[in-house]
């Protein structure tokens, strides 16, 4: 069964880098597209990108050049980098797996919460 | 961005009746290979969503004939029958056809 697992500081300063692992358990990340999706205080969630099978990556545009996604194969594990945080990036994180493609999202991991403050 | 509009923004059920919760795109979710690729998730309180359907109709492992979700182009619905305590918490739906991926605003509900 396919496990995924966020882990990572739950408390960055303003204008620092967030910076979380996602790590897989009982499914390979070479195969399929792994992303990252956020969910604000209320109920807005924002797909924040994607990584695939190949190591191509899908951002959202509204992230612009502030994030990057990679992976280790060797480690099973993706990452997500978000540069120059403001408190508006305040959200819990969850890491996905897409179903048979890139489309949906089949698995996600518990999520994190990160907050931004000073 | 393809904005996704849910409705109602929350309701209340008795446990054994029927909900429907309704989606709109604000443009046509038919990809160009001609799937259509409209998602139903489910967060149920301290835990993270569950994927529900996929591609407008097709439950996913494990998930009871009692979702079912229909609809077309920009229209969706998402209905659930038999209502069960297991089922409260807040719907959402997803669209993957249109970079960037969006998601409507959540739909809460509650058992009477």
């Known amino acids: 069964e396919v496990q995924l697992q966020e882990s990572g500081p739950g408390l960055v300063k303003p204008s620092q880098s967030l910076s979380l692992t996602c790590s897989v358990t009982g499914y390979s990340i070479t195969s399929n597209y792994w992303g990252w999706i956020r969910k604000f205080p209320g109920n807005k969630m924002e797909w924040m990108g994607y990584i695939s099978y190949s190591g191509s990556t899908s951002y959202n545009p509204s992230l612009k050049s502030r994030i990057s996604i990679t992976r280790d194969t060797s480690k099973n594990q993706f990452f997500l980098q978000l540069n120059s945080v403001t408190t508006e990036d305040t959200a819990t994180y969850y890491c996905a797996r897409g179903g048979y493609g890139l489309n949906w999202f089949a698995y996600w991991g518990q999520g994190t919460l990160v907050t931004v403050s000073s | 961005d393809v904005v996704m509009t849910q409705t109602p923004v929350s309701l209340s059920v008795s446990l054994g009746g029927q909900v429907s919760i309704s989606c709109r795109s604000s443009q046509s979710l038919v990809h160009n290979n001609g799937n259509t690729y409209l998602s139903w998730y489910l967060q149920k309180p301290g835990q993270s969503p569950q994927l529900l359907i996929y591609?407008?109709?097709n439950r996913f492992s494990g998930i009871s004939d009692r979702f079912s979700g229909s609809g077309s182009g920009t229209d969706f619905t998402l209905k659930i029958s038999r209502v069960e305590p297991d089922d409260l918490g807040v719907y959402y739906c997803?669209?993957?056809?249109?970079?960037?991926?969006?998601f409507g605003s959540g739909t809460k509900l509650e058992i009477k």
């Open positions: 997803g669209q993957g056809t249109q970079y960037p991926f969006t």
């Open positions: 591609k407008v109709s």
